[in-house]
């Protein structure tokens, strides 16, 4: 299997690397890509050393998975340059999510929607995914008729400059202008703004919550708010989510549901002091959920709070994922 990584060289790139020799995925030929200025800059593959490669010759090497992180401008140019020349495009970026003609997955969730004419296929974001895999199965046994989440994201899912910040505060140093990758300090400090903004006031960070979770659960009326929150945590995003379902439900059914869901763990001991934290997920593909309460001041309100670590299941691990079950399938 020949397989593109567009983007390489970026923080969701280095980890679909380390991703993809973790789960053995079968690559016969390693194709690293990126942009013309990491042209000929070495990276790391299963113990061999690759020269990165630009976009027009990734597409002469012929590639039947390209699996992208270069950002939605990068995509929408180059994603059906790759596909028209016989490649998959699973691309991590915002460009293909809400088309309509492009399928939005999660595997444990709705793989089952790809078929063998879809060759740009969409990953969502990172805290949609999260989500998702939580609410999902809830949804399907209960009815989920609105959800409240607030998020508590990672620098990391800003990229390498946000970090480069975060690590300069960190060490009481002020960030040059140009350094900095938020309009005020990271470390030490929450802000309320991750994204742009858009013309409702709510940040496209926001609206993806709403629209993607729409998408992917096949529930185009579901009433969701949000709000988006870059807090100082190198790694993993948090989510307070609040939902009100549609039929009753008992605490320990609710549990023991997503006990059962592949993909996700619970850990919900309070008398232990045991919940979900950012440090606990890091490198961890799963999904975690805690301090899963009843909601007492609504009919059938539930309460949940669900941690990943933002680059691995968030984008690297999940496009993986939908790699393998297109090799699984016999799609590519």
């Not at 590639?63 to 950002?71: H, R």
């Not at 990672?154 to 002020?174: C, D, N, P, R, W």
């Not at 929150?229 to 605490?251: D, Q, T, Y």
């Not at 799963?286 to 933002?310: C, K, M, P, Y």
Request: glycine share 6%; hydrophobic share 40%.
């Amino acid at each position: 299997m020949k397989v593109a990584v567009v983007g390489v060289t970026g923080l969701v790139g280095g980890v679909m690397r380390k991703v993809l020799e973790e789960r053995n995925f079968p690559v016969s030929e390693f194709i690293p890509v990126a942009s013309e200025r990491s042209v000929g800059k070495p990276v790391e593959f299963e113990g061999r050393s690759y020269n990165v490669v630009g976009m027009e010759e990734a597409i002469a090497m012929k590639p039947q998975i390209a699996i992208f992180s270069a950002g939605g401008g990068t995509s929408l140019e180059w994603a059906p340059r790759f596909a028209e020349a016989g490649a998959t495009v699973v691309d991590n970026s915002s460009a293909w999510r809400m088309d309509p003609d492009k399928k939005l997955v999660v595997p444990e969730i709705n793989a089952h929607v790809l078929g063998p004419n879809d060759k740009i296929i969409a990953n969502p974001n990172c805290s949609t995914i999260q989500m998702v895999m939580v609410l999902a199965p809830i949804h399907r046994t209960y009815g989920i008729s609105r959800i409240v989440v607030s998020t508590y994201q990672s620098v990391t899912g800003t990229g390498m400059k946000a970090v480069k910040q975060y690590h300069l505060e960190s060490k009481g140093f002020e960030p040059k202008p140009e350094e900095m990758a938020y309009a005020y300090p990271i470390f030490q400090n929450c802000i309320p703004h991750c994204d742009v903004f858009l013309d409702n006031d709510y940040t496209k960070e926001e609206m993806k919550l709403v629209h993607e979770t729409r998408k992917i659960m096949d529930a185009p009326h579901l009433r969701i708010t949000s709000t988006a929150v870059r807090v100082p945590v190198l790694g993993g995003h948090s989510e307070s989510v609040n939902i009100a379902l549609e039929k009753p439900f008992e605490v320990e059914d609710v549990k023991a549901l997503l006990r059962q869901t592949p993909g996700v763990i619970v850990m919900d001991d309070v008398a232990q002091k045991q919940y979900p934290m950012p440090l606990l997920a890091h490198e961890r593909d799963e999904v975690f959920v805690g301090r899963i309460r009843r909601d007492e001041s609504i009919e059938h309100g539930l309460n949940l709070w669900i941690v990943a670590d933002n680059l691995r299941k968030g984008a690297a691990t999940n496009a993986i994922q939908i790699a393998e079950y297109l090799v699984e399938k016999d799609l590519v």
